[in-house]
């Protein structure tokens, strides 16, 4: 029998949305001969009923490529759409438009690829009896139900290289050196970044620090006759007596806040506690472009067939899930709301400190 399969991606973009998008397609269409709708602009496009029917050669040439084809939103929840209604902004609820729209074009399954709130929808989809099946993404990798997610390790490869180029020019000026990297709230990009780039200082929202301590750390290289530092910030880092910094709340997202702005704070009080000239660098959406690394185009790759292939068994309610090395799945109920942050006292926070790293604890 012949399927019918709608694929859309939300949230914010990341490297290997592409290739899971390239890997749905070919599998559907050259395994089992099945039909794909892609909808633009994450549940826009669902709302608004625009889509696109998948040839095989419109995902040829994409593996490669950072974003999605298929276009994104961080914005658009369906259960809370923003429409213009006599000249006002309301939101409604257009998850009926929804299930119309996917009956209309007599989808069998949406495949639906997102982080934390695209998924949060998809369990609330199929709550409402609709076929789904849920793909994870997000270089944050703080989604609790799958040991990785695609993106995140090439973040991991951006923030490195960055505090790789920040070395030689810190240590030829003999200044401090921070790098302020995304992760919402954990702190998984600072944490493994710092370590593959010998970073000297790591703050992370899980370990709120005393910058006393920092400086204290930054001090004591000094004395060792080492006139640099490098400090990577998780953009939700805290102090001990601090909140995490908001630099913007956008109304209609379904999580508003916007952290960022941290990285100078502490610059700031960097500076004046050890007198040591300080900058700062925001690598920002830096972090989010570009081409995956291939572990990420593998991982996408696994995803996406194992999503068709989940399709094919009628396995509906569920995401894909990678746990050790083996591709399985698991309820879409179990695989939202629960953030996975950084153990305090995990094995990669230990071997940190093992080597000399400070976390201004
Ligand atoms: O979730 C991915 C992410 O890049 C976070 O690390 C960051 O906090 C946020 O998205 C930035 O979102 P925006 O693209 O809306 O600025």
Known sequence: MTKKIGVLTGGGDCPGLNAVIRAVVKT????YGYEVVGFRDGYRGLVLDDYLEFKPGDVSGILDKGGTILGTSNRDNPFKFKVEENGNTVYKDMS????????????????LIGGDG??????????????VVGVPKTIDNDLSATDTTFGFMTAVETA?????????????HHRVMILEVMGRYAGWIALEAGIAGGADVILIPEIPYDINKVAQKVIERKNQGKSFSIVVVAEGAKSLDGEMIVSKVVKDSPDPIRLGGIGNAVAERIEKL??????VTVLGHLQRGGRPVPFDRILSTRYGVAAVEMVHEGKYGRM???????????????????????????????IAKSIGLSFGD
């Open 96 to 111: 009926d438009r929804v299930i119309e729209n996917v009956k209309k074009h007599e989808i069998d399954c949406m495949v």
């Open 274 to 279: 050890t007198g040591i000239e300080t900058r």
């Open 320 to 350: 894909v899930s990678l746990q050790g090395n083996h591709i399985t799945s698991v309820p879409l109920e179990a695989a939202v709301g629960k953030l996975k942050t950084v153990a305090p006292e995990g094995e990669l926070v230990k």
């Open 160 to 172: 490195t290289d960055a505090i790789d180029k920040l070395h030689s020019t810190a240590e030829s």
């Open 28 to 31: 559907a269409m050259i395994k």
């Open 118 to 131: 695209t998924l949060t929808s998809a369990r609330d989809f199929s709550n409402k009896g609709l076929n």
